[in-house]
């Protein structure tokens, strides 16, 4: 049974940061591209970052490029995303992803999401 487990979020300030974390099992972590998407209430999933098995091939939202920095540790089967210099408006349920496809309208599996709360 795949599981992707969401971690980190809460409540922050703005100009804050949070880093989250997905720990992966029942699959073959290091061989998946992950990413990183988001919901806001009334808006639809928006795609935040994505790396590939090798971490070599990194790609970042528009509303979150330099502010968030995603890594990942295969043999500890975890992904991660470092968000700096937070904003009201990246306020939303952050997912997790394994192999996310067309712009993170389908996945192999998603993770049961975590609430990040900016406050103003």
């Known amino acids: 049974q795949v599981q992707l487990v969401e971690s980190g979020g809460g409540l922050v300030q703005a100009g804050g940061s949070l880093r989250l974390s997905c720990a992966a099992s029942?699959?073959?972590?290091?061989?998946?591209?992950m990413g990183w998407f988001r919901q806001a209430p009334g808006k639809e999933r928006e795609f935040v970052a994505r790396i590939t098995w090798g971490g070599r091939n990194i790609r970042y939202g528009d509303s979150v490029k330099g502010r968030c920095t995603i890594s990942r540790d295969n043999a500890k089967r975890t992904v991660y995303l470092e968000m700096n210099s937070l904003k009201p408006e990246d306020t939303a349920v952050y997912y997790c992803?394994?192999?996310?496809?067309?712009?993170?309208?389908?996945?192999?599996?998603w993770g049961q999401g975590t609430q990040v709360t900016v406050a103003s």
């Open positions: 992803a394994a192999n996310p496809r067309d712009g993170g309208s389908s996945a192999d599996y």
């Open positions: 029942g699959l073959t972590f290091s061989t998946y591209t």
